[in-house]
Structure formats: structure tokens, C-alpha cells
């Protein structure tokens, strides 16, 4: 297997470890707290429309575009995508938002699930769709990620690998530990898939440009596939300076409330 | 209607997220890199290398603007 393979398999890993992350915590809060049966359900409900919509997606995405037009779309959402994360990991390492917290977010769902009214039937209404939003809305991402890496790499089953793996690993240690996954550095991964997904959403984005000129042939970044490395380092330097040029004083509550605070996902 | 609504606001969420101000940023640099390359005075080289500068500037513009101290 080459590198580029490699780089594949681990963008994507990385990217459905931490949405699974996020999708166990509220599955784990329904589970524990109200009824395992509807959480289960709506988990496999979500994981059932996101396979349809994987299928349809793919499909269209492979067939439909000429390259340069799928590098343009795909690469400018990759990179929205991305520099949405790259930000808020800047904006967590400066102090200037509250920085994601597992445990916090459990409460929070165990709380809203204690407080809901119990439903009639034998399913709990509220279980299934708060874990079918969670699962489906996290989902959402990964498919996204996964088929776009996939195509561009031409090679779906390599970054389905990538992703499959980080499920299988996170419900083992979800099973295993059988509580909120708080000891993963979600904020260092995330601070990483926010990188990778704004260098390749870079490399991409700009290649695809080329769609708009006679031929309708992509751009070639100089060096090629190389040139990604480059980005890499690039959106990686920029992000260690605003850091430095933005950081606050530490204060005793790292959950800062101020202007900049926002709703943390 | 009100199906419409939220299956709008969920792709809004999910595409443009929590700040505008990135995705605004993104389609500003491609639309003048666009622009940079009907000219047809440079090379793939060079393009490439101004579309890079340019969605960093742009990024580094919106993100200034985000932290930028507001009047109390």
C-alpha cells in the first residue's frame, strides 16, 4: 500500500474517530438514562438513511461531474469544512471559546433526557430521535468526507476502511469503558482533521478552478500531490500564529464566558 | 412549510456552520482567482500559488474579523 493510500486511510480514520466521539456520548445518555432498545433503534434507523444517502451520493458524485468541477465543489466544501474546525481550534488553543468537553455535554443530555415525558408505546420517541439526530447529523460529515476523499483519490473502499475502522475502535472502547469517552484529546484531533481537511480542500478547491478555462482541465499545483504537504505546513504555521497573536490570560475557569463564547457542539 | 424550513436550516448548518464569514471567505478567494485566471496571464504554477495566498489571506481576514474587540 502506498503513502498516499496511507495519508487516506488516516484523514479519514481521524475524521469518523471524533464524530463517533460525539454521536456515543448522546447515544450513551439515552442508553443509560431512559431506554437502550429506542437509542439502538434510532442509531441503526441513522446509519440506514446514511447508507442510502452514501449510495445515492457516491453514485451521483462519481457519474455525474467531469473532474475539475467535482475538485471545485468538493475541494470548496472540504475547505469550509475545514477552516469551520481550523478556527475554532485556533479560537480553543488561544482561550478565547470554551474548549469541548465530553463530560459536560453527557450531563447536559443526561439532564434534557430526565426532564422529557415518557412516550406511550414500547418506543421511547425521545430516546430514537435524539440518538437518530445525533448518529445522523455526525454521520453526515463522515460520509461526506469519506466519499469525497474517496472519489478524489479514486479510491472509495481505501477511505471506507479509514472510517469503518474508527467505528469499530470507538464502540470498543465505548463498550469497554461504558461511559463518556472524556480521556480522548478531542480538541487536539479535531484541531488535526481541521488541518488535513484545509489542505486538501486547498489543493483541490484551486485545482478545480480549472473547470472555468477552454478544455475544462484542473490546475496543476507545482510540485502535484507534493504540493499538499506544502499546504499542510503552510495552514499549520498560520494557525500556531494566530494562536500565539490571540492567546488570553489563562483565567481559573478555562470555560471562558465573554464575546467570543458560542454553543459548543 | 415548515418541513421546508428546517430541511433548509439543516443544510445551512450543515454547509455554512457557525460563521459565515468562512464560507463567504472561501467563495471570495475562488471568485478572484477565477477572475486572476481569465485574465490568461499566468501559468497553472502561478495560479495555484495565488489561490493558495489568497484563501489564506482570505481565511486570516475572517477570522480577524471574529476576534476583532467590540465596543462595550
Known amino acids: ?265 | 412549510m415548515r418541513f421546508l424550513k428546517s430541511f433548509g436550516q439543516f443544510w445551512y448548518d450543515f454547509v455554512i456552520g457557525d460563521d459565515w464569514k468562512i464560507a463567504v471567505a472561501v467563495v471570495l478567494a475562488l471568485a478572484v482567482l477565477l477572475a486572476v485566471l481569465s485574465l490568461g496571464l499566468f501559468g497553472d504554477a502561478t495560479l495555484a500559488v495565488v489561490g493558495g495566498v489568497l484563501l489564506v489571506g482570505a481565511f486570516s481576514v475572517s477570522l480577524a474579523i471574529d476576534v476583532r474587540p467590540t465596543k462595550s
Open chain 1, 1 to 265: 500500500m502506498d503513502a498516499a493510500t496511507w495519508g487516506l486511510i488516516t484523514a479519514t480514520f481521524v475524521a469518523c474517530f471524533v464524530e463517533m466521539v460525539e454521536a456515543t456520548t448522546i447515544v450513551m445518555a439515552m442508553g443509560y438514562t431512559r431506554s437502550w432498545r429506542s437509542a439502538l433503534t434510532g442509531v441503526a434507523a441513522a446509519l440506514a438513511v446514511l447508507a442510502v444517502v452514501t449510495s445515492i451520493a457516491g453514485y451521483a458524485l462519481g457519474r455525474w461531474f467531469p473532474e475539475a468541477a467535482l475538485q471545485l465543489v468538493i475541494g470548496g466544501l472540504l475547505l469550509i469544512f475545514g477552516l469551520q474546525w481550523l478556527r475554532k481550534a485556533i479560537l480553543r488553543s488561544s482561550g478565547r471559546k470554551a474548549v469541548h468537553d465530553e463530560d459536560a455535554i453527557y450531563r447536559e443530555e443526561v439532564e434534557a433526557a430526565k426532564s422529557a415525558g415518557h412516550s406511550a408505546g414500547r418506543l421511547d420517541m425521545f430516546s430514537f430521535m435524539v440518538s437518530f439526530k445525533g448518529v445522523f447529523l455526525e454521520g453526515m460529515e463522515v460520509v461526506f468526507i469519506v466519499i469525497t476523499f474517496g472519489l478524489n483519490a479514486d479510491n472509495v473502499p481505501a477511505a471506507s476502511v479509514g472510517a469503518a475502522a474508527a467505528v469499530v475502535i470507538v464502540l470498543g472502547i465505548a463498550f469497554a469503558v461504558r461511559r463518556p469517552l472524556s480521556m480522548i484529546d478531542e480538541n487536539l484531533l479535531k484541531y488535526g482533521v481541521g488541518l488535513l481537511l484545509a489542505s486538501f480542500g486547498t489543493y483541490w478547491a484551486v485545482e478545480g478552478i480549472g473547470i472555468f478555462r477552454a478544455g475544462q482541465e484542473s490546475l496543476e499545483w507545482p510540485g502535484h500531490d507534493v504540493a499538499i504537504v506544502g499546504l499542510l505546513m503552510v495552514w499549520f504555521l498560520l494557525s500556531r500564529v494566530f494562536v500565539s497573536a490571540l492567546r488570553t490570560p489563562r483565567t481559573s475557569t478555562p470555560a471562558l464566558a465573554g464575546p467570543f463564547e458560542e454553543n459548543v457542539r
